[in-house]
């Protein structure tokens, strides 16, 4: 006898393309990490400025623009654009002023990390049970937030708020891999469903 196979639950919806921004966004996560963890000697703060610029600037422009193509609600297309344009905006002003100090680089990446992860957070919250994407958005916002308040109240070392945003980005670029994993594994049954009813 045949194992019966549960169907998805058609309310939460897993839109067939959206799987790249968390791929993408992962891949920039761990990036940075690897950076980081592999030049330990270097942790200054006009190299942690340039890391997390670029690694801002990739974040926020996959948040904003690849989210406003495939994601699905047209709020929560636009909170990850404003998200986005946050990122960029960090990123661009830590690779200009890389010579900033490490005072700008704990400004940018608390500020960055409260706005993005209050955001984040918030569309996770807002579309828990509507979105299949909504778990991983609210767990990375979770963690985004929870490493502004953590940098809020370290002692003011480079190596150690570095290395601190460092870790973030490999907890973060591998959650956000393993999530991309599942989006695009859960999106197929409902690009094939979609393809056998336009083919009845």
């Known amino acids: ?63 904003g623009i690849l989210s406003w193509l495939f994601a699905g609600r047209r709020l929560t297309r636009t909170l990850f654009a404003v998200q986005g344009a946050i990122g960029v905006v960090a990123g661009v002003v830590a690779l200009a002023l890389s010579g900033g100090g490490l005072g700008l680089f704990l400004y940018l990446v608390t500020v960055w990390a409260a706005l993005a992860g209050f955001l984040e957070l918030y569309n996770g919250i807002r579309e828990r049970g509507r979105d299949a994407a909504a778990r991983d958005w609210l767990i990375t916002g979770a963690l985004t937030a929870v490493l502004a308040l953590v940098l809020l109240f370290i002692p003011a070392d480079a190596v150690l708020a570095i290395g601190l945003f460092g870790a973030w980005a490999v907890i973060v670029g591998v959650f956000q891999g393993i999530g991309a994993a599942t989006l695009r594994g859960a999106s197929r049954p409902s690009a094939d469903a979609r393809g056998a009813e336009s083919g009845s």
């Open 1 to 63: 006898m045949a194992t019966a196979v549960p169907a998805p639950d058609p309310t939460v919806h897993a839109h067939s393309r959206y799987w790249v921004v968390p791929a993408i966004r992962a891949l920039a996560a761990l990036a940075a990490g690897a950076v980081i963890t592999f030049t330990r000697d270097a942790h200054t703060a006009a190299f942690g400025l340039i890391v997390f610029g670029v690694f801002a600037l990739v974040d926020g422009l996959a948040s």
